[in-house]
């Protein structure tokens, strides 16, 4: 194997050590203490968000993450699923969506925390936390809660930035690589 062979080798392995564990996104880690997707389909009434944020609650960035560091630990102690690492701070805020019945949103984050319906919590609104990894995600329709539409998106508050995966290791590498080759031709 040539020189120039290994360091590319080493480049691709390096790059591969530093990449996130990949898991299907985005997740719905919505759910109860026991494991399960809150209310069947991973969305949250105003009485459970209420329970898990700081008082008073409202639908605000602060709010969210105590909403969505709730549902990390919940997810952290089912057994057999991914570890979710730590939220971070919010890293963007779309806080007025104005209902709409479809959604997508921009790559590069780590979690996001959706506000659906009107009204603050407790007055006819729902929450619910995915962890995308990075992805952007689309969502062309708004959950059912028993048969009934819980209302368009209100907002999303995106929490975590997601490390670019290796690829500037990669490209170090292979810059290292291409100066050493050419040293050598120059020495030759």
Same mark, same amino acid.
């Given at each position: 194997? #040539?020189? &120039?062979?290994?360091?590319?080798?080493?480049?691709?392995?390096?790059?591969?050590?530093?990449?996130?564990?990949?898991?299907?996104?985005? &997740?719905?880690?919505?759910?109860?203490?026991?494991?399960?997707?809150?209310? &069947?389909?991973?969305?949250?009434?105003?009485?459970?968000?209420?329970?898990?944020?700081?008082?008073?609650? #409202?639908?605000?960035?602060?709010?969210?993450?105590?909403?969505?560091?709730?549902?990390?630990?919940?997810?952290?102690?089912?057994?057999?699923?991914?570890?979710?690492?730590?939220?971070?701070?919010?890293?963007?805020?779309? $806080? #007025?969506?104005?209902?709409?019945?479809?959604?997508? $949103?921009?790559?590069?984050?780590?979690?996001?925390?959706?506000?659906?319906?009107?009204?603050?919590?407790?007055?006819?609104?729902?929450?619910?936390?995915?962890?995308?990894?990075?992805?952007?995600?689309?969502?062309?329709?708004?959950?059912?809660?028993?048969?009934?539409?819980?209302?368009?998106?209100?907002?999303a508050r995106y929490f975590g930035?997601?490390?670019?995966?290796?690829?500037?290791?990669?490209?170090?590498?292979?810059?290292?690589? $291409?100066? $050493?080759?050419?040293?050598?031709?120059?020495?030759?």
């Open positions: 194997m #040539s020189r &120039i062979a290994r360091y590319l080798a080493l480049a691709v392995l390096v790059s591969n050590l530093s990449s996130p564990p990949a898991w299907a996104a985005p &997740i719905n880690i919505t759910i109860d203490a026991a494991g399960n997707l809150l209310n &069947i389909v991973g969305i949250a009434d105003g009485a459970q968000y209420d329970a898990l944020v700081a008082p008073p609650p #409202s639908n605000n960035p602060a709010d969210n993450l105590d909403f969505l560091d709730a549902m990390t630990g919940r997810w952290n102690g089912v057994p057999l699923a991914p570890a979710m690492p730590a939220a971070g701070t919010l890293a963007l805020d779309q $806080g #007025s969506l104005g209902g709409a019945l479809s959604y997508t $949103g921009p790559a590069g984050y780590q979690y996001v925390v959706f506000h659906w319906g009107q009204g603050q919590a407790g007055q006819g609104g729902w929450w619910s936390a995915y962890y995308v990894d990075g992805e952007s995600i689309t969502f062309s329709a708004v959950p059912q809660v028993g048969g009934q539409n819980v209302g368009g998106f209100s907002s930035t997601v490390p670019d995966g290796g690829t500037t290791l990669m490209l170090l590498g292979a810059a290292m690589v $291409g100066i $050493g080759a050419l040293r050598r031709k120059r020495g030759a």
